[in-house]
């Protein structure tokens, strides 16, 4: 009676693909990335449960959640300070998480530099833009007139 045996995952069997390790590389960036997908995901939880807490808890509830609650709220640089912590921090921990994911799953050298590359660019426009609306914001733009806050000054 013969066995036939099966080829161990990644394995250097004719079909299975070859595991390259790159053992010249004493860079820590990949502990340093695993430690700040866990210190980020802690931080990222208070920031949104806080975040809910405030605009759905808080006051009036979801109700109360209009542009003139946004803008009051955006009128203090704590609520500044905190949607933007927790915009880079949500974005970098996606940008992290993707980026493991492709390199994992991204056979070619080529393919796992543009995909990443488009990460990357993705990243930081969002980021960038985010940033801007957060502290360009007006709550009380010249010439509008028509659903302005209350603290707004009447034209």
Known sequence: M???SIA????NSAHSP????????????????WLFMRLSGVVLIVLIFGHLFVNLMVGEGIHAIDFGFVAGKWADPF?????????????LHGTNG????INDYAERDRTRMVLKTVLYIAT???IVLGTLVIFTFDPCPPGAVI??????PVP
Do not use: G
């Open 18 to 33: 070859k595991y390259k390790r790159n053992k010249a590389s004493h860079s820590s960036f990949e502990m340093f990335a």
């Open 2 to 4: 013969s066995t036939s």
């Open 98 to 101: 993707v980026r493991t994911i």
């Open 124 to 126: 930081a426009v969002i």
């Open 8 to 11: 161990a995952p990644r394995s």
């Open 147 to 152: 659903d302005l806050p209350s603290f707004c």
């Open 79 to 91: 609520w500044q300070i905190w949607d933007l912590a927790m915009l880079w921090l949500a974005m």
